[in-house]
């Protein structure tokens, strides 16, 4: 599933295509997605200027003077940049045309993405209740500390909730737990302020590389640019059990934490 990084790098490669532009046409090939493509992105968002493309955790919200249209990429979705006569693939579920002569193509081959309409992102159910975004001042180590105090989950489950905070998937949380030395299994509510400084700035630092990167190439993801991405090269732990840990060359160990694949060097993490 494309993750923060994966969504931004998409985010980066269309942004200058969309915004500002007029939309001229939207065809919805396809409405059964997760939910239901709303009749509104058809009626409500052609003649409208998208006045910016902005992401809140892996949601992609195309902001206009009457509406914003929130678009997730679900398991398998995919954006690119098209001349709209381009002959549209089968699992082509979406086009919006713009002034430029371009259109934007939603392509998603298992379905679970979604396009859906509303007056209010920051109000809507699905995005309200979320923590802070890990790339802006309001996400620190002590905020991470704070937030811990109550919580005797695994640190790795705390740092994936997305209500502490949005965007660390199961990937990057490995990757940042392995750069602040802490061990995935650690109770969130034992970790000092300055392991929290630490992880925090692991956390963003890791999200930070792989937009740099174009995000991680896991099965088909390509960014808005229509080109992979590459952060997959640079992984220390995810996906390296049994093989030599980059760091003390200690073999990478691999356990299931909260159902989730998680890859630790025992003589790193603590």
């Not at 997305?162 to 990937?171: E, K, L």
Request: charged share 25%; with cysteine; net charge positive.
């Amino acid at each position: 599933m494309p993750e923060l990084p994966e969504v931004e790098t998409s985010r980066l490669g269309i942004a200058p295509w969309l915004e500002q532009q007029q939309v001229l046409k939207v065809v919805v090939r396809e409405r059964r997605l997760r939910w239901p493509v709303p009749t509104a992105i058809d009626h409500e968002l052609p003649g409208k200027f998208i006045r910016a493309l902005r992401r809140r955790a892996k949601y992609l919200l195309f902001e206009t003077d009457g509406g914003t249209m929130m678009l997730h990429l679900g398991m398998s979705g995919s954006l690119r940049i098209v001349d709209p006569r381009e002959p549209a693939g089968k699992h082509d579920h979406v086009d919006i045309e713009v002034a430029n002569g371009k259109a934007l193509r939603f392509r998603d081959p298992r379905r679970f993405g979604s396009l859906l309409w509303t007056a209010d992102p920051d109000a809507h159910p699905l995005l309200k209740d979320l923590g802070p975004e890990p790339l802006t001042p309001e996400f620190d180590g002590p905020y991470l500390w704070r937030t811990a105090r109550s919580r005797r989950i695994p640190v790795k489950q705390f740092i994936m909730d997305s209500g502490v905070v949005v965007g660390v998937g199961n990937i990057y949380a490995s990757e940042a737990l392995f750069l602040a030395g802490i061990h995935p299994r650690r109770r969130a509510n034992r970790i000092a302020v300055p392991r929290m400084v630490a992880l925090a700035e692991a956390i963003r630092s890791v999200l930070l590389r792989a937009i740099a990167v174009g995000g991680t190439t896991l099965r088909d993801f390509h960014g808005g640019d229509g080109e992979p991405g590459y952060f997959l090269r640079e992984l220390n732990v995810y996906g390296r059990g049994g093989l030599p840990c980059r760091n003390c060359l200690k073999p990478v160990s691999a356990i299931v934490l909260g159902q989730r694949s998680t890859f630790y060097c025992s003589n790193c993490q603590r």
